[in-house]
């Protein structure tokens, strides 16, 4: 009896960890949305007063970012498979992202336009900022299922990608030419793809592991 009494508290006190851990990443997810919708408009709008592609391939990110923390914070609520799931969009929508950046890079080799490192520099710096405190608020919750990861994932990407978006400006402002800024582009592409493959994956594992453990009690 003693024995089962046990089972039952410490079952209550894991169920009570899981619920405050949920209350926790809810509540960082939330101050990322609102950092990254921030950001994006003001590194969009400042993306095309300085003509750089870096910087709007940045601005997409925090747009892109901004996206999966909703996903994520609506997925909170949901099931295991629900929770996959939104993992499995959010890893196509960085996909797609670092596609379009590739796309926007192309454009920015044929027409030739230099962009303004005196923009770039300063709003690499506050977009780097903003990253790091939202890295800082999500490093703790990176372990667990693929919507987790995800999340990290995001907010690492982007602390990465604005160091390289200052080092274009250096670049450009050193060279006078676009290539800086083109090839961070280009690396920010990669890291968006990377990511998306690595939680693509991830997440259709799981989907794949749930779809295999349903089976037997379907078919009670």
């Known amino acids: 009896m003693s024995g089962c009494h046990s089972c039952e508290h410490d079952h209550g006190h894991g169920h009570d960890a899981a619920v405050t851990t949920d209350a ?25 007063a300085a003509g750089s592609t870096a910087l709007l391939a940045d601005s997409l990110d925090f747009f892109s970012d901004s996206t999966n923390y909703a996903i994520s914070l609506c997925a909170l609520a949901l099931g295991v498979r629900a929770r996959s799931r939104a993992a499995l969009l959010k890893g196509l929508s960085m996909g797609a992202i670092g ?9 920015k080799i044929a027409t030739g336009t230099v962009p303004d490192p005196l923009i770039m520099g300063p709003v690499g710096l506050l977009a780097l900022l903003a990253n790091v405190f939202v890295a800082v608020l999500v490093y703790s919750h990176r372990k667990g299922d693929a919507n987790r990861e995800s999340v990290w994932l995001c907010s690492r990407n982007d602390a990465i990608g604005n160091v390289v978006v200052m080092l274009a400006a250096s670049g450009v402002f050193a060279t006078g030419t676009y290539w800086p800024d083109v090839l961070v582009a280009v690396v920010m592409a990669g890291l968006s793809l990377a990511a998306a493959w690595r939680v693509v994956r991830r997440a259709l594992a799981e989907l794949g592991r749930q779809s295999t453990v349903a089976l037997p009690g379907a078919a009670e």
Not at 24 to 48: C, D, K, Q, Y
Not at 99 to 107: K, Y
């Open 24 to 48: 926790s990443f809810r509540r960082v997810l939330w101050i990322a949305l609102v950092v990254n919708a921030a950001m994006f408009v003001i590194e969009a709008a400042s993306s095309f």
């Open 99 to 107: 596609l379009w950046v590739v796309g926007a890079a192309v454009h």
